[in-house]
């Protein structure tokens, strides 16, 4: 099966069953963001850091380190996802392929619009007191750019995680999707980090879901359904411009 060029919508969480089998056969789409791009207006750049605790015996960062290298960062609420490092049990790798299926809507918890990407894990820090890795979009993904988490384990014993993000939307995008989609991804963010403090911690986290403004006055499901149908046009329309 060859790759798409762009992210792929499926509906109401079609083909789950099926990612390990993509997970193989996308395995050539190229990377599409440079070590060193050139940015400009197009481009988001973000960065978070968040002390996870303060350790003499280094515990806490041995622990937030394996959540790392496992990349346990996104609740399935936002995304899961398939990858070679999770498929063989061990840490991450250079070279590795993710395969995300990320939540745009969902009604409950019944998952109504996905999109299918693929990203590649382009660099890997494992040393005794820093642990991360930098993973970069492929062809397979409606955005450019890389997304990096680092833990480390400081002098002072602070444990600090930092994750320094750098994208934007493949040319083409309309202004519409280019915003909405900056939307999903800063909330993407923060519930990244909530899950993995709650992960560290040894509780379950769940995402709250994001209510549409105008539930009351029109059936929710109805809404999300509409809303899932014209996303999903736009992100054809965009792969179909840059073919």
Request: glycine share 6%; with cysteine.
């Amino acid at each position: 099966m060859a790759y798409p060029r762009g992210a792929l919508p499926v509906f109401f969480g079609r083909g789950q069953q099926n990612d390990a089998q993509r997970l193989h056969d996308w395995k050539a789409a190229p990377l599409t963001c440079p070590p060193d791009p050139e940015m400009d207006e197009q481009w988001n750049v973000d960065r978070y850091e968040v002390i996870l605790g303060h350790n003499a015996s280094g515990d806490t960062f041995r622990r937030a380190a394996r959540l790392v290298m496992r990349n346990q960062f996104y609740p399935p609420e936002v995304m899961t996802s398939v990858s070679d490092f999770l498929q063989e049990d061990r840490d991450v790798q250079e070279g590795d392929r993710v395969l995300q299926r990320i939540r745009i809507f969902q009604y409950n918890t019944l998952p109504i619009l996905e999109v299918l990407t693929m990203n590649e894990i382009t660099s890997v820090i494992a040393e005794p007191r820093r642990a991360g890795f930098t993973y970069t979009t492929t062809a397979a993904h409606s955005e450019i750019g890389e997304w990096s988490p680092l833990v480390e384990w400081r002098e002072n014993g602070e444990v600090a995680l930092v994750i320094t993000v750098a994208s934007r939307m493949r040319p083409g995008a309309s202004d519409l999707l280019r915003r909405f989609s900056r939307r999903l991804q800063l909330r993407a963010h923060q519930l990244s980090i909530q899950n993995f403090q709650a992960r560290l911690a040894g509780r379950r986290f769940r995402a709250t879901p994001v209510q549409p403004a105008f539930a009351g006055i029109i059936p929710a499901a109805v809404v999300i359904l509409f809303i899932a149908i014209v996303m999903a046009g736009l992100f054809r329309a965009m792969q179909k411009k840059e073919r």
